[in-house]
């Protein structure tokens, strides 16, 4: 079947503004993750979407950025005013809601921002 | 310090060398332990994972985690070029929120 799905896959932006990175998860998966990676420092854990408990929001770095899943499917990963800091890969991942289910991850947005 | 220490590599070694790819961590509450590999431009991918300590083998790979010094090891047997990627070790109490070593490039030249 398919797998986690994102787009779009490149984004560059100029300072100052806002992007909008969306998600599609795998049909069926309560459970959906925002990451980033910047070259160098691995993953970093920005958000939990789990079922229909609120977010887990404690990795968000700034309140430039939020993100919201509409009807337990689809999610969009919003950063406004976008700084050159911002600029990494945002990998989006589900799973089922089990404590040991894996994390499938779709191939991310790589966002630059100049 | 950071949660999950993992030397970035790169790791170059010749087709047919076992590998081992080594991550430390920090808290003593981690109970499941993970590999990834990351291809390039692409989503990293879940190789294995284990429960708490031992051993557990998948064809070529072997996961080892020995919680007494909170040392996480994948070793590769007869590596081939295609192994060649970034592999990150990752771990938590539970599979959500996963904290992710810095990953390890691995280059398996023919």
């Known amino acids: 079947g398919a797998g986690v799905s994102q787009s779009p896959s490149n984004k560059v932006t100029e300072k100052g503004k806002d992007v909008e990175l969306r998600c599609d998860p795998i049909s069926g998966h309560t459970a959906l993750y925002w990451y980033r990676q910047s070259l160098g420092q691995g993953l970093e854990f920005l958000i939990y979407?789990?079922?229909?408990?609120?977010?887990?929001k404690s990795g968000l770095p700034s309140d430039r950025f939020s993100a919201e899943r509409t009807g337990g499917s689809v999610s969009t990963l919003t950063i406004q005013r976008t700084q050159q800091e911002d600029s990494a890969v945002y990998l989006c991942?589900?799973?089922?809601?089990?404590?040991?289910?894996?994390?499938?991850f779709g191939n991310g947005t790589r966002l630059t921002v100049t | 310090q950071k949660e999950v220490e993992q030397d970035p590599g790169p790791l170059s070694v010749p087709e047919g060398a076992i590998v081992s790819l080594n991550c430390t961590y920090s808290n003593s509450a981690f109970q499941y332990f993970m590999w990834y590999r990351q291809y390039s431009r692409k989503g990293p991918e879940l190789l294995m994972y284990?429960?708490?300590?031992g051993n557990k083998e998948d064809g070529r790979f072997t996961a080892q985690v020995d919680k007494s010094s909170k040392y996480i090891s994948l070793f590769i047997r007869d590596s081939q070029p295609s192994d060649s990627a970034t592999y990150l070790c990752a771990t938590n109490t539970g599979f959500q929120k996963l904290v992710f070593g810095t990953g390890t490039r691995l280059l398996v030249s023919p």
């Open positions: 979407f789990q079922g229909n408990s609120a977010p887990d």
């Open positions: 991942a589900s799973s089922l809601l089990f404590t040991d289910s894996p994390l499938h």
């Open positions: 284990t429960y708490s300590s």
